[in-house]
């Protein structure tokens, strides 16, 4: 089992605050994807990392892949009371199987 | 565009009664197909994958089973369901061969009582 920790597990900041999530594994992948879930909801993509050091913005969200390609990091710049939500981050093996994180609630108090 | 369908989106069920889960996909051929666990504000653990018709991966034993009867829709089931497999059960789909990404359907919410 290739597991993929994410910390915090919870993150409750004010708005306008900045924060960060990371997503590490003792593994390598062949990619990372970040998602984000709703209550009640399936996952909805947010970004994939392919190469080692690479980094992807997304508005007002920064993404990272370790140079070693076993982890990851999610920075939000002030953040807003549309980010909360679970945060997850799923490491993709060459063979097509993914592997979730364990998962980052934020909340965003206005 | 391609869309993923689950249902029921809830369902509760007796201790030992019998399970079926149903995920269709539009807009595509021969997708990879996968079904995940998730409990409460946590990851997903997956359960079942599949590249084609008639070809299931089971990564974690237990009391469920997965089919896969046509190209595009994907089965979960069990014969006798237990209280610890309540929990949001989830669908995904990805392009064969060159999908990185995984797309989800809504899910279904099942309590075992």
């Known amino acids: 089992t290739q597991l993929l920790e994410q910390s915090p597990q919870f993150l409750s900041i004010q708005e306008g605050e900045n924060l960060t999530v990371y997503c590490n594994s003792s593994s390598v992948f062949s990619s990372l994807q970040w998602y984000r879930q709703e209550p009640g909801e399936g996952p909805v993509l947010l970004v994939t990392?392919?190469?080692?050091?690479e980094v992807k913005k997304l508005k007002r969200l920064t993404f990272q892949f370790g140079d070693a390609r076993k982890d990851s990091s999610l920075h939000i710049t002030a953040a807003q009371t549309g980010d909360t939500g679970l945060y997850l981050c799923?490491?993709?093996?060459?063979?097509?199987?993914?592997?979730f994180g364990t998962g980052t609630s934020l909340t965003v108090i206005p | 565009s391609q869309t993923i369908h689950q249902w029921p989106a809830t369902l509760v069920q007796p201790v030992g009664s019998p399970l079926s889960l149903e995920c269709t996909v539009e807009g595509t051929s021969n997708p990879n197909l996968y079904w995940y666990r998730q409990a409460a504000g946590r990851g997903l653990q997956l359960l079942f994958y599949?590249?084609?018709?008639?070809?299931i991966s089971s990564e974690v034993p237990q009391n469920l089973s997965a089919s896969r009867p046509q190209d595009r829709q994907f089965i979960l089931s069990s014969k006798k369901l237990l209280l610890s497999d309540s929990g949001f059960y989830l669908c995904?789909?990805?392009?064969?061969?060159?999908?990185?990404?995984?797309?989800f359907g809504p899910g279904t919410r099942l309590t075992v009582t």
């Open positions: 995904a789909w990805n392009r064969a061969f060159s999908g990185y990404e995984q797309y």
């Open positions: 599949s590249v084609g018709i008639g070809q």
């Open positions: 990392v392919v190469t080692g050091g």
């Open positions: 799923a490491g993709a093996t060459a063979g097509n199987q993914f592997y």
